[in-house]
């Protein structure tokens, strides 16, 4: 077998790269809707609810369609489903700019921003983890470092594009640039060496997974945080410009969200090879209900709006790099796609709850003061359900699934004894 073709070789590399390239593109794009939410209110006379459906019921489907794509990454590999992937999102942002009222735009940027994006997100963290043993860790926080960086370099781009071009322009631009880059990507999704997993198995570990306590205290904290974590995602930049901050220097928030959110991918997943997973992640929900206090207590502070989205991208951030690598090593790397797809439901159902009720609450008080409690709380709940998962911190269970990371000597899931 040629070095290109074994696990932690060059052509895993390009894969992770390749997870990074497009994560960085896709949400830089997607983050940037935040910017865009004036405009699209006063173009559709909607309330803050209502347009926070384009991007719930977006985040929605990315989530949920992951329980058909994982299953599907498992048996054919990535590279098809991103093929895919690229009609959808290129399709929906141009269709998207072309609409004419509320209602239209939510059906199609969900169903084309929602199934684009739900077509490739598990199939290439799948992928970038299947070509890696010694290195697993580090790769998938390579992967997924990308959706903070998108934050950090795209939007501030995409802020500057729709407000001198109109939101409608900027969506047909992005949708050209979306179906290119996805194109591309796609023909460097290189097959894993290792053998495809069939659909029963895949199936038959979702099952072995959801018959697990762990399993859906992970779910619950993940649905708990998605619900508040959203918010801000959607109305942090509406709400700075409402404090008197300009456009661009309140679009710049989301950019010190993705820097953080960078830090806590690469920064956590390296400590978490050392220190282990599951301690560092319930330490990730931590640091979340204190972002929210740092927000709540702000006001039109924009120190205060930076630290605030720093600390919650860190929190979040970790949190994703980190937890696929949780899931294989509790439930082993074997349907690793069917187990990751389930999972993520539970963000997609919070992030469908999460803004559109702020927004609904927003519109009614006239104030974010009830939302940002609210965020609190539920981000307290969500660590509070985590906790009980640091009895696994010390050490690994006796007997790890097959495959299973924590079998591994080279990676700690858990911190060594």
């Not at 781009?157 to 996805?182: C, D, K, N, P, Q």
């Not at 205290?217 to 700075?240: K, N, W």
């Amino acid at each position: 077998m040629s070095d290109k073709h074994q696990v932690d070789s060059g052509r895993g590399w390009v894969v992770a790269f390749a997870g990074c390239a497009i994560n960085t593109w896709t949400f830089g794009v997607f983050y940037s809707f935040a910017t865009a939410l004036e405009q699209m209110a006063d173009e559709f006379n909607a309330g803050l609810s209502g347009i926070a459906a384009f991007f719930s019921v977006t985040t929605f489907l990315f989530f949920v369609v992951g329980m058909l794509a994982g299953p599907l990454a498992d048996r054919f590999g990535a590279r098809r489903l991103v093929a895919v992937g690229a009609l959808l999102m290129g399709g929906g942002l141009w269709l998207t700019a072309q609409v004419e009222s509320l209602f239209t735009g939510i059906v199609v940027y969900g169903l084309g921003v929602g199934l684009g994006i739900g077509s490739y997100l598990v199939p290439l963290s799948v992928a970038t983890g299947a070509w890696f043993e010694k290195n697993r860790t580090l790769a998938l926080g390579v992967n997924t470092v990308g959706i903070g960086l998108g934050t950090l370099i795209l939007v501030p781009v995409a802020e500057w594009l729709i407000r001198t071009a109109g939101w409608r322009s900027a969506f047909e631009l992005m949708g050209i640039g979306s179906a290119i880059v996805y194109g591309v990507v796609a023909l460097v999704s290189f097959k894993p060496p290792t053998p495809p997993a069939s659909l029963a198995a895949s199936i038959s570990a979702a099952r072995r997974a959801v018959g697990r306590s762990e399993f859906w205290r992970l779910y619950l904290a993940g649905f708990l945080m998605s619900v508040a974590l959203f918010i801000p995602f959607v109305f942090l930049v509406q709400y700075a410009k409402e404090q008197g901050i300009a456009s661009s220097t309140a679009a710049f928030l989301i950019t010190s969200l993705g820097l953080g959110s960078v830090l806590g991918r690469l920064g956590l997943g390296v400590l978490g090879m050392r220190l282990g997973v599951l301690p560092l992640i319930i330490m990730c929900f931590g640091i979340q209900p204190i972002a929210y206090v740092v927000w709540l207590l702000a006001g039109p502070n924009y120190a205060m709006l930076l630290l605030f989205a720093g600390l919650l991208g860190v929190g979040y951030g970790g949190f994703v790099a980190l937890s696929p690598v949780a899931l294989a090593g509790m439930f082993g790397l074997e349907g690793l796609g069917g187990v990751l797809g389930i999972q993520y439901t539970s963000a997609g159902i919070g992030a469908l709850v999460g803004p559109i009720s702020a927004g609904a609450v927003i519109d009614a008080t006239g104030s974010y003061t009830v939302a940002i409690v609210g965020a609190i709380i539920v981000s307290l709940m969500a660590t509070l359900s985590v906790l009980p998962l640091w009895r696994l911190g010390d050490g690994a269970p006796s007997e790890p699934p097959a495959h299973s990371f924590l079998a591994q000597p080279t990676v700690w899931l858990v911190s060594p004894r």
